[in-house]
């Protein structure tokens, strides 16, 4: 700690003369306060280093002296004065307030004096952060170099060469001083006063602003922004420029005089405007050229011009003064206009000693309007713009108007230089009206371009342009700077609409999208009542309108009976696809969308209604069409569709016994029905068609598709291989199946039964449930066949009953089953067997008719008659087969014995059998009589 220095934690004071001879390192982290009551020496050794953790602050009541040290601190000397010699460097800030600073070396922070302090920066100083002074003197010596703000309340800034300044220099109630050469100031500059006619060779990065009114640039200087010399009262304004180039405009205004004078070749590149706001002009509202000096814009003035050099732009007075505009040997004068009764006169204030031309100047427009090619002048004030295509070029036209709203012709009047306005295109968004002659939502800007006018154009101009996206609400708007409205939006909106939707596509409804002929693919969609999405795109990010569909312009599948229907809607497009996904297509297959199938006709909204397309999909008289719609460059298809459910109706049931009942177990029960394949609305699917394996895709000779049960559910169904048959014509078919009712085990009454179908096609289409496919239910009897006994003479062919029986609850007993003229008895089913007595095989063979009536069957033994004087007389076991015979099965239908067949009746159960016996008499006997 030095002598006479005190403290611990960041607090430390130091009492009397402080001279720090040694370096110094501070252990503390945080806030580290030293408080000097005296004046402080640093010597030439380090106060601090870069790496501590302390902020150091000195608080001196007394002078402050640096040497070439480094101190790593802000230094605060209060009222007192500080300096900095041998270039010392300053990790810290510089404050005072009466007291003065000079510094020398680097200072990393600010250095300010808030009172009425002085601050001077010696040679090659540099100030890493801001200057600020309040009342106090500011100097800057060569080359000191400040990379912040300068800035003073009221005290002088003086710069003597080869000083930089990075930022800004403000001032309002002082002067700026500039000597010596190489000075720069990076920002503004706004101060009372600029004397620098003797700083040579400097630079101005901003704009130049006195607000006391007088301005004086050194040779060779330049001038990047805009020079404003505005003084109040009675104070003189001036600005005096010698052999400098100012980039900008210079406006120069007074209560009283006001002037621009230009020497040695000095160039102004912007606007020159000279006015006098408080009294009457007079001649001393002046701007003066020198002979070698140019202003390559216009020059306005309430005074006088006097041109030595040359004016590339308008010249013009609004002083009544006869020698106004006076121009002088060696002069060129690109436009006159003597304004004081209004218009413009080339000769009422002109002095033209060597009768150089004097053309009219050019007539700053009042506002533009951008117009379509085909709009006459006439109507160019509040001319349309018409709708225009993405991606394809297109004209606009951008008028100057005057005034009165006409075309402003003198807009670059002849000998004139080129105006240049930019013009841009911009969405002004939704919604598509102007408030206060504004966009009435958020604007994006489309293009830009600068748009150069000469007098050929006569105030109208052609500008060739190219937008890349779809916007709803296009305006044009042109900026010119000389324009009486700097900025004008175009009267009219127009519309950039996509030239088509280049693809239509979907996610779930893509099973064949090439070709559209596959039966088998998927996804599969319900006919009506299944939901698919769909996306319309047209390839522009910004198109965000709504697609519709034109149901005239769809195609089915090739060899479709029939085009269906598609329901939906697109929602709103978004980053130019727009998409649905609750679509439903009532008909069976694939369909497509031809040309326009797809279309929005309202996107250009804002100039349909109002004539600026041509309604349709049509361009005509030089206006695009304003609906635009779908473009395919392959087909695709969307699908597969197939019903949504198949519905029967019944037509007939025949009974398979001579039409009026069945025999369990019987085949040929006959049902006659109608199945459709329809939507979800009920409507029949007419591509449902054709043979089984196209999109008909129920097989309806397969038994087993209908899914037959009964009702009531107690019997069953005997599966069959065949039985149904059936064709799909355009959704419908009439069938025609024989069903077999299984024969139950046991005993069972006579029952009605329904057959229900519920049919299944490979796509899992269906019925809810079962429904009956006959229209009334058919009685089913549990029959059996019986044989009676039967003897008589062998002399005599014996009769043999076969009776067809059914059980009847009623009776509980077999009853004879009438109404049976079906059933059929093949002779050679009958079984003859087990023969006694002296009958032998075949002496007796069946003979009789093979089909009952009303449930009676006639079968007859022929008489096996005599012998050898023998007579057949004995018995046979007649047997009758009702399914498979066995191999040692027998019969005799004639007098040669041959094997039995399978009988074919096998819902009768058990093969009925009985004895027939040749030689006993019947009984019993009424008369009986022999003769020898």
């Known amino acids: 700690m030095p002598p006479g220095c005190v403290g611990s934690a960041g607090t430390y004071t130091c009492t009397g003369y402080t001279n720090i001879q040694d370096h110094v390192q501070f252990l503390d982290t945080g806030n580290v306060s030293i408080t000097v009551n005296g004046s402080l020496n640093i010597g030439i050794y380090s106060i601090g280093s870069a790496t501590q953790n302390a902020n150091v602050s000195f608080q001196v009541n007394g002078l402050v002296t640096v040497n070439a040290a480094t101190v790593h601190a802000t230094i605060n000397s209060g009222i007192y004065s500080m300096t900095l010699t041998g270039a010392p460097y300053i990790r810290g800030n510089l404050l005072t307030s009466t007291g003065s600073i000079t ?15 002085a601050i001077s920066l010696l040679q090659n100083t540099v100030i890493n952060g801001h200057v600020a002074a309040r ?7 060569d080359s000191a170099m400040i990379h912040g703000s300068l800035s003073t309340t009221s005290g002088t800034v003086t710069l003597y060469g080869f ?40 630079h101005y990065n901003g704009v130049i602003q006195a607000v006391s009114g007088y301005i004086a640039l050194g040779t060779g200087s330049i001038v990047y922004g805009d020079i404003t010399a505005l003084s109040s009262g009675f104070t003189t304004s001036n600005v005096a420029v010698y052999q400098s180039v100012i980039n900008g405009t210079v406006n120069v205004s007074s209560e009283a005089s006001a002037s621009v004078n230009l020497f040695n070749g000095s160039i102004i590149h912007g606007r020159v405007q000279v006015t006098n706001s408080g009294m009457a002009a ?65 000769t009422s204030c002109v002095i033209n000693p060597f009768g150089y031309p004097t053309n009219r100047c050019s007539t700053p427009a009042n ?58 295109l911009i969405d002004c968004g939704d919604p598509a009206i102007l408030i206060n002659q504004s966009c009435g939502g958020t604007t994006t800007n489309l293009s830009t371009q600068n748009l150069t006018f000469s007098n050929s154009d006569a105030g109208r101009k052609r500008l060739s342009n190219t937008i890349s996206n779809a916007y709803k609400n296009v305006r044009c708007t042109v900026t010119d700077p000389n324009a009486t409205q700097q900025t004008s939006l175009s009267t009219d909106n127009f519309a950039v609409r996509p030239a088509n939707f280049s693809s239509v596509s979907s996610s779930n409804a893509n099973a064949d999208v090439a070709t559209g002929i596959s039966t088998s693919n998927t996804p599969i969609i319900k006919a009506g009542s299944g939901r698919f999405n769909m996306t319309a795109s047209t390839g522009l990010s910004n198109y965000n309108g709504t697609a519709k569909i034109d149901p005239s312009k769809l195609i089915a599948h090739t060899g479709a009976v029939h085009t269906g229907a598609v329901s939906g809607t697109f929602s709103q497009d978004s980053y130019g696809n727009s998409t649905g996904t609750s679509f439903s297509y009532d008909e069976v297959g694939y369909f497509r969308f031809s040309a326009l199938g797809i279309y929005d006709d309202t996107f250009t909204q804002v100039d349909a209604s109002v004539g600026d397309c041509v309604a349709g999909f049509t361009a005509s008289n030089n206006k695009q069409a304003c609906a635009f719609g779908y473009a395919p460059s392959t087909n695709v298809y969307m ?102 009712v299984s024969r139950p085990g046991n005993r069972t009454p006579v029952t009605n039964i329904s057959v229900e179908a519920q049919p299944l096609d490979d796509d899992g289409v269906t019925i809810s449930s079962a429904v009956a496919v006959s229209a009334s239910s058919s009685p089913f009897r549990y029959g059996r066949l019986y044989l009676s006994p039967a003897h008589g003479s062998e002399l005599l062919p014996l009769p043999l009953q076969l009776e067809a029986q059914y059980w ?31 009958l032998n095989a075949c002496e007796t063979h069946l003979a009789g008719n093979a089909t009952m009536v009303n449930g009676l069957l006639g079968l007859r033994l022929t008489a096996p008659g005599v012998s050898g004087g023998q007579p057949n007389t004995g018995s046979v076991d007649v047997e009758v087969n009702l399914g498979v015979a066995s191999n040692n099965d027998k019969t005799c239908v004639s007098p040669a014995e041959t094997p039995a067949i399978d009988g074919v009746m096998p819902w009768f159960g058990v093969d009925p059998e009985a004895r027939a016996t040749f030689g006993i008499y019947k009984s019993p006997i009424v008369y009986m009589r022999e003769s020898f």
Not at 306 to 311: D, E, Q, S
Not at 312 to 337: D, E, H, K, M, V
Not at 368 to 379: E, K, L, Y
């Open 103 to 117: 510094a020398r070396g680097t200072i990393q922070g600010d250095v300010s004096a808030s009172s009425y302090g």
């Open 135 to 141: 009342t106090g003197l500011v100097t800057l010596y």
């Open 163 to 202: 000083n930089i300044v990075d930022s800004w220099v403000n001032c309002d109630s002082c002067n700026f001083y500039l000597y010596g050469q190489n000075n720069t100031i990076g920002g503004d500059i706004r101060v009372a006063n600029v004397y620098a006619s003797s700083a040579q060779n400097s």
């Open 282 to 346: 007079y001649a001393n509202n002046n701007v003066y050229l020198d002979s070698n000096s140019v202003i390559n814009n216009s020059v306005s003035v309430t005074g006088v011009i006097i041109n030595n050099g040359r004016i590339n732009g308008c010249a013009r007075t609004s002083s009544s003064y006869p020698a106004a505009i006076q121009l002088q040997w060696g002069s060129n004068t690109a436009g006159i206009c003597c304004a004081s009764s209004g218009s413009c006169s080339q």
């Open 367 to 424: 506002k533009f309007n951008c117009i379509d090619p085909s709009v006459s002048n006439p109507n160019a004030a509040n001319g349309h713009l018409f709708t225009q295509i993405a991606n394809s070029a297109f004209n606009v036209d951008v008028v100057a108007l005057a005034a009165d709203n006409s075309v402003n012709t003198d807009y670059v009047a002849t000998g004139q230089g080129n105006q240049t306005v930019e013009v841009r």
């Open 639 to 740: 699908g597969r569709f197939v019903p949504d459910h198949f519905a029967i109706s019944p037509q007939s049931v025949t009974p398979a016994c001579s039409n009026q009942f069945s025999y369990f177990g019987q085949d040929g029960l006959l049902t006659r029905f109608q199945i459709k394949a329809l939507n979800s609305s009920g409507v029949t699917t007419q591509n449902y068609t054709g043979v089984y394996g196209g999109f008909a895709r129920m097989n309806l000779n397969s038994y087993a598709a209908y899914h037959f049960n009964l009702s009531p559910h107690t019997f069953t169904l005997i599966p069959k291989v065949n039985g149904s048959a059936g064709v799909w014509s355009q959704g419908q078919a009439t069938i025609q199946v024989a069903h077999q």
């Open 808 to 838: 009847s609850d009623s009776v509980v007993a077999y009853v004879r089953s009438v109404g049976d003229s079906c059933t059929t008895v093949p002779l050679s089913s009958v079984v003859m067997k087990n023969y006694h007595g002296q």
